[in-house]
Antibody, heavy 116, light 109 residues
Framework: QVQLVESGGGVVQPGRSLRLSCVAS????????MHWVRQAPGKGLEWVALISYDGSNKDYADSVKGRFTLSRDNSKNTLYLQMNSLRIEDTAMYYC?????????WGQGTQVTVSS | QSALTQPASVSGSPGQSITISCTGTSSDIGSYNLVSWYQQHPGKAPKLLIYEDIKRPSGISYRFSGSKSGNTASLTISGLQTEDEADYYCCSYAGGPYVFGTGTKVTVL
């Protein structure tokens, strides 16, 4: 079955960087686009970014454009989210999800806390 | 990229049907057949219920159905059950980015 496992979250100071990973299994990773979606504590879902199956196309939410970078390594079935210049408002649970015309299967998330 | 508008809460009794609306614009819901709906129980990851406006993924109950008219999409839950009590979110492609709705808390009375 489809399994997505996020990692790399933690507590970081404003202005610093963090890289999240999402390891996929149970499906042909190289055939699917992948999303990142986040959820601040007690708040709703916010779409963050999408990368195409081969990494050639990427789209970002305005709130992270220029600070976050998506990449993937299909040989390792792994998706990455490089987060630079982190802000307090980036504090959230970050989920990766397989694209199927929507954010299909989801991982359990990794918590990112930006605090001084 | 303004969030899609959903009612904050909807409630119903077991066995009833409820409908959650999701209002967007001609730049998102009105332009693409790419509205999706998600269910999220407390402390859990969201689960896809509907994609491409009306399609149900394998394993999702027929009690969940999607529809759309103009810039407004809707999720109907028929035969409401206690386990349907959760938060529900719509989402639409917006020509590059995606945008989620504000979320609706469903309470089963």
């Amino acid at each position: 079955q489809v399994q997505l496992v996020e990692s790399g979250g933690g507590v970081v100071q404003p202005g610093r960087s963090l890289r999240l990973s999402c390891v996929a299994s149970g499906f042909t990773f190289s055939s699917f686009g992948m999303h990142w979606v986040r959820q601040a504590p007690g708040k709703g879902l916010e779409w963050v970014a999408l990368i195409s199956y081969d990494g050639s196309n990427k789209d970002y939410a305005d709130s992270v454009k220029g600070r976050f970078t998506l990449s993937r390594d299909n040989s390792k079935n792994t998706l990455y989210l490089q987060m630079n210049s982190l802000r307090i408002e980036d504090t959230a649970m970050y989920y990766c999800a397989r694209d199927q015309g929507a954010a299909g299967s989801w991982g359990q998330g990794t918590q990112v806390t930006v605090s001084s | 990229q303004s969030a899609l508008t959903q009612p904050a809460s909807v409630s119903g009794s077991p066995g009833q049907s409820i409908t959650i609306s999701c209002t967007g614009t001609s730049s998102d819901i009105g332009s693409y057949n790419l509205v999706s709906w998600y269910q999220q129980h407390p402390g859990k990851a969201p689960k896809l219920l509907i994609y491409e406006d009306i399609k149900r993924p394998s394993g999702i109950s027929y009690r969940f159905s999607g529809s759309k008219s103009g810039n407004t999409a809707s999720l109907t839950i028929s035969g409401l059950q206690t386990e349907d009590e959760a938060d529900y979110y719509c989402c639409s492609y917006a020509g590059g980015p995606y945008v989620f709705g504000t979320g609706t808390k469903v309470t089963v009375l």
